[in-house]
């Protein structure tokens, strides 16, 4: 019995990348839209800006509805996408924010129309700018298995360091479990390839060329982006409302004093 126990874990120990790699899960949002409707949503889990036209983005209780908010979402502030739904033509998106100390079911959930986000760049954003660079990778990993350990990359020149990872716990057959990657080559001669899902994180990048280094200069950092930053549109209206009265008065007040010094010199020279 005791002999069988331990087989087992052994089985076990042989198969848990296969099945870490396959419980590729998505984080459900607890919003009721999303769980009447989610066979129509598409999956996305992308991260993005907040990029309102007032300076902010409010959270929906779902797509289309006027003023039933779950939140408000300033500028430039991070959320992740976790799916998205065409409603009338307009793609909106599902967002779950995590707050310390909340419950699951409390957390704050909503959508947003997705033409009021940025996308933060990343591995997609790269291939979508680099496609005609991209090719389909062929070799056989010997690379990795030349070093102890291996630095995973947000994008090729990112600069950011999606973590580290053990060479003896990727599996075996590697070559066609990844067969086909996605790889890029940068000015400098060193090839990359493109991981879609590795143990948890997806869209993942490695050097092949210099799989151990984590000093490789950010060649390709993220682009700047341009935010809204008008402010309130009422606020706007109520100032542009105020400045026609005080423009009135100021040339009413100018007029009066030209008027005045006119008056004055008429007066002197007349004496």
């Known amino acids: ?73 300033e500028n430039g502030e991070v959320i992740n996408i976790l799916a998205t739904y065409n409603y009338q033509g307009e793609t909106w998106g599902v967002t779950q924010i995590h707050t310390p100390d909340t419950p699951y079911d409390k957390l704050p959930n909503g959508w947003v129309p997705m033409s009021q986000l940025l996308p933060e760049y990343d591995s997609i954003s790269f291939s979508e700018e680099h496609q005609s660079e991209i090719y389909s990778y062929a070799g056989n990993y010997e690379e990795l298995q030349a070093v102890v350990e291996f630095t995973i990359w947000a994008w090729p020149g990112s600069g950011i360091i999606r973590g580290t990872f053990l060479t003896a716990n990727l599996p075996e057959d590697m070559d066609a479990y990844y067969a086909d990657s996605p790889a890029y080559r940068d000015e400098d001669g060193r090839e990359w390839v493109s991981w879609g ?15 151990a280094n984590d000093s490789i200069p950010a060649f390709n950092p993220e682009p700047p982006l341009d935010f809204h930053r008008s402010g309130d549109p009422a606020a706007e209206t109520l100032t542009k409302k105020l400045s026609l009265p005080w423009l009135i008065i100021i040339l009413v007040s100018a007029l009066v004093v030209i008027t005045f010094i006119l008056i004055r010199i008429f007066w002197k020279t007349n004496s």
């Open 1 to 73: 019995m005791f002999k069988r126990f331990w087989i087992f874990l052994l089985l076990c120990s042989l198969l848990l990348p296969r099945l870490i790699a396959s419980a590729d899960v998505l984080i459900e949002p607890n919003n009721d839209f999303y769980n009447r409707q989610k066979t129509e949503c598409e999956r996305l889990d992308r991260y993005f800006y907040a990029n309102g036209a007032s300076g902010s983005v409010s959270l929906k209780t779902e797509p289309g509805v006027r003023g039933v908010l779950s939140g408000v979402v």
């Open 197 to 211: 899902y590795m143990f948890g994180i997806r869209n993942v990048w490695i050097c092949l060329s210099d799989p």
